[in-house]
């Protein structure tokens, strides 16, 4: 699983080094050509402002949000839609969460904990949904899986060269990461406590030199980072560890704890019903997904939901701390097809798809159950026009399907830097943007966090997709995917910067579609094409 890679992992170290096309006319919000010339947000938005920022309007508060409050106030009003089910295929979600309770999908043809597949769909005790990973939690990227299997491999050559490359940069990060980790578990030992702030470092007084290096490297790790910099300084350590034990070792075999044979499409006996699965940090990514799009609206306790009232999510477990298998997403699809999801979000992506083909399939069968697949463009900083990032909805070129939408990242200051730098790009492959930074939601154990990624904005523009289908049933998948696509905002004129490149661009050729959605545009393009 590509989750948002450590953005300051670079910064980071040297830090311590060195201190140690439509055929319905757009509906726009206002007229285009004014949208381009709007101010930019010069004043930091207060803290219950930018936990919600995505569902703000670009006109009113100069925020390119996608309107979402604006389509509750003015078209939802009064409106009763019908149940929608999301599958959310991820990493495992908080099914208990205080602020999902009563969103969560469940099985009532299955009887919990008895044993059997009452409902006779194939799976035993699948109440809340599905998990494809059994006990296994960490997994080796697709890559190290390549180079395992030997020269034989088509792909073995450039993706050794890969692993060589990723493994050297992890082990040159390791000893500031080993030196930062030992740091932290020092001062926690002296201040007796293991949650400290930057005020407890600048008031260690000390003669003890080891202790005082220990202060100057944790307050250099604090003022890089900011306030949660104990949070996020461990998720860099994690991701580097990670690399190096699990991602990038060819020696660690994650899969053989599952019990079945990944490259047997047939061998479809395994896995559970716990879509929590093993290990409850592990579903922080699949929690945080979930709550964008299902967390409850205005009670005060975190985010907003932007489609809490009338959506069920369904859990399914298939994306480890690793790549993710190609088996696992192919049937992850086929079950949310077959056990009544009408939108199947999909944060998580990889370079090399060894068994494509059975995704593939697995697309074509949910276009054919009239499905919408809405999918997270990745987030390395890359034109996937020119890089793959699989899965994709194209073969040689040409689009295969009608019910996949790919969805870039954009953040809250609108302006040349608007698309994150970590989204993926493309004229071609990424179909639409949305909001992917510094988004407030739920994680587990009821708490709430802000995360950033494509990962983020995919179920940002899930929620509105599900929000066209419930209160228009009639409209098919491809339809809603058009209409997220032509209702979006504009930004005929604005420059922006994408990638680790810097590439410049008019953001109108940074996607398909040219716009970032926007739900109250989409709820009056599916009411004129519902009328149709």
Known sequence: MKLIKPIFVSAFATLILSSCNSALAPMVTTNPANIDKTPLKTTPLKEEDLKRWSHLDLV????????????????LKGKKGTKVIVSVIDSGVDIDHEDLKGKIWINKKEIAGNKKDDDNNGFVDDVNGWNFLGESTDENLELTRIVKKGPSDPNYTV?????????????????????????????????????????????????????????????????????????DMKGQIDYVYDQINYNLNVNFDGRKIVGDNPDDINDKKYGNGNVKGPISGDIEHGTHVSGIIAQVRGNGKGGDGVAPINVEIMAIR????????????????????????????????????????????????????????????????????????????????????????????????????????????????????????????????????????????????????????SYYPNLTAPQVKKILMDSGTPLSSLEVVLGEKKEKRPFSNASKSGRFVNAYNALLMAEQLSKK
């Open 318 to 469: 298939a994306v480890p701390n690793g790549d993710e298998y190609d088996k696992d997403i192919a049937l992850a699809i086929r079950y949310a097809v077959d056990n009544g999801a009408k939108v199947i979000n999909g944060s998580f992506g990889k370079d090399y798809s060894p068994h494509k083909d059975w995704v593939f399939e697995a697309i074509k069968y949910a276009e054919s159950k009239d499905v919408l697949i809405v999918h997270a463009a990745g987030n390395d900083g890359k034109n996937i026009d020119v890089e793959p990032n699989f899965p994709t909805d194209e073969v040689n070129n040409v689009e295969f399907a009608t019910n996949f939408i790919s969805i870039g990242a954009i953040g809250k200051e609108y302006g040349v830097n608007m698309v994150a730098d970590f989204s993926n790009f493309g004229s071609s492959n990424v179909d639409i943007y949305a909001p992917g930074k510094e988004i407030y939601a739920t994680v587990p154990n009821n708490k709430y966090k802000y995360e950033q990624g494509t990962s983020m904005a995919s179920p940002n523009a899930a929620g509105v997709a599900a929000m066209i289908r």
């Open 159 to 231: 993706a050794k060269a890969e692993l060589d490359a990723k493994l050297a940069e992890m082990m040159q990060y390791k000893p500031q990461m080993d030196m930062i980790a030992k740091a932290d578990k020092e001062i926690k030992t002296h201040l007796k406590k293991e949650t400290y702030t930057i005020d407890d470092l600048k008031k260690i007084v000390t003669t003890d030199a080891a202790l005082n290096q220990n202060k100057m490297i944790m307050l250099s790790v604090a003022t890089q980072i900011g306030p949660n910099f104990q949070e």
């Open 60 to 75: 009113k508060d100069t925020i390119p949000g996608m309107s979402v409050d604006r389509a509750y106030a003015e078209l």
